[in-house]
């Protein structure tokens, strides 16, 4: 299965996995802000640009959205070694004045707590302070640990969002690598059950670690792999974007 992204629900692809074969998760799922429409779009870079998602709804209830991370956050743990961990990246909001973390999504006790700060503003409400933070929480096993010569990085993580992408909410590179460099080994098995433009696998190509992805859009998936086979063409293994 290793260094390969399948074309279908996470859920399949986990089911297909062996207990205690992955070395770490590095996954930001789908927010469930409710601006993804099936067939529709995604916000756009430009306004009224149509970005289209084919085969994916993110305005699902809020219970009916909860049970289902439950669901793979578990199956995810059960397939984790001993020495693995989850790196899990969530949008706190604010819905009817009221702070969600989104910790509710998470069944297990965290590890720890990365601020992603996203150098700048998003949104603007003048009953709040503008939103420029995101969450990376770890669920861990017992024997896992960071590697002692990334533990300066901290707890707060200062990377700028990308732009003029052709995902609508890709990830930065830089976040996916500072979170695989630190959290696994040379070889290790990543795994993004939510592999979108291929961010999690470019930065395992990059790194020297093997990758396994799902992604349900066909198109997705195409675009993923064209990124991948770019950085081998480019031959930059252990080559970090600016850690």
Known sequence: MINQIFNEDCLQTIERMDENSI???FTSP?????NVKKGGFYGGKKKGENIEYD???DDMDTLE???????IITALVAKLKNTGAIFYNH???????VYNDRKSLIPFSLRQEIIWDRCGMINFCGSFYAPNTERIYIIAKDQWKPNKEYLSFGEI????PETNTEHPAPFPLKLAEM???SGSQPDDIVYDPFMGSGTTAAACVKLGRNFIGSEISGEYVALAKRRIDEIKNQGCLFSPSGI
């Open 23 to 25: 070395d770490m998760v």
């Open 30 to 34: 789908p927010y469930n802000l409710g």
């Open 55 to 57: 085969n994916y709804d």
């Open 65 to 71: 959205y909860t049970k289902w991370q439950q669901k």
């Open 91 to 97: 949008k706190p909001r604010i819905v009817n004045g």
């Open 157 to 160: 993580w200062r990377v700028p």
């Open 179 to 181: 979170a695989i460099i």
